[in-house]
Each structure stands twice: as C-alpha cells, then as structure tokens.
C-alpha cells in the first residue's frame, strides 16, 4: 500500500486497503479493521469501482455480526 501510495497508484487502492482491513479482522483487532475497511469504502465510492465498494459493503457486514453485542441491523443494512 505504502509503494502505491509513494508512486501514486490509485487503481485498487480501494481493494489493497480492504484486504489489509480483512486481515487485521481475521487477526480480531475489530476496531482497527473497522477504521481500515471505513477507509477502503471512502477510498472505492467512485464510478469505477462499485465493484470493490460491494466487497468492501460485505467486509462492514462482518464486522458487524463480530461486535459484542453484534450489531445484527447495521449488519443487515451492509449486507443489502
């Protein structure tokens, strides 16, 4: 992410920074995850890339139902 940054690469920032996002998720850190994958989603809202917005979207879903207690309506409305 650092290199694409330095160089400034934009193309699949979006996906790079979920994928981080995902992986500190996996990793239990949810309020860091939350923060990266809050980013990744202000990152893809663009035209070209709806795509990533709806993965990013699912990943916001998950951290939802991971919360205690899990934030099952916030999830839902990710989720759609």
Same mark, same amino acid.
């Given at each position: 992410?650092?290199?694409?940054?330095?160089?400034?690469?934009?193309?699949?920032?979006?996906?790079?920074?979920?994928?981080?996002? +995902? $992986?500190?998720? =996996?990793?239990?850190?949810?309020?860091? @995850?939350?923060?990266?994958?809050?980013? /990744?989603?202000?990152? &893809?809202?663009?035209?070209?890339?709806?795509?990533? +917005? $709806?993965?990013? =979207?699912?990943?916001?879903?998950?951290? @939802?139902?991971?919360?205690?207690?899990? /934030?099952?309506?916030? &999830?839902?409305?990710?989720?759609?």
């Amino acid at each position: 992410m650092q290199q694409a940054t330095t160089i400034k690469i934009q193309a699949g920032q979006s996906r790079r920074v979920a994928s981080l996002g +995902e $992986a500190v998720l =996996l990793a239990g850190r949810l309020e860091e @995850a939350l923060s990266l994958v809050q980013q /990744a989603l202000d990152l &893809a809202r663009t035209p070209q890339e709806q795509g990533n +917005e $709806a993965w990013i =979207l699912r990943l916001l879903g998950d951290i @939802a139902t991971r919360r205690k207690p899990s /934030a099952i309506e916030e &999830a839902a409305a990710h989720y759609r």
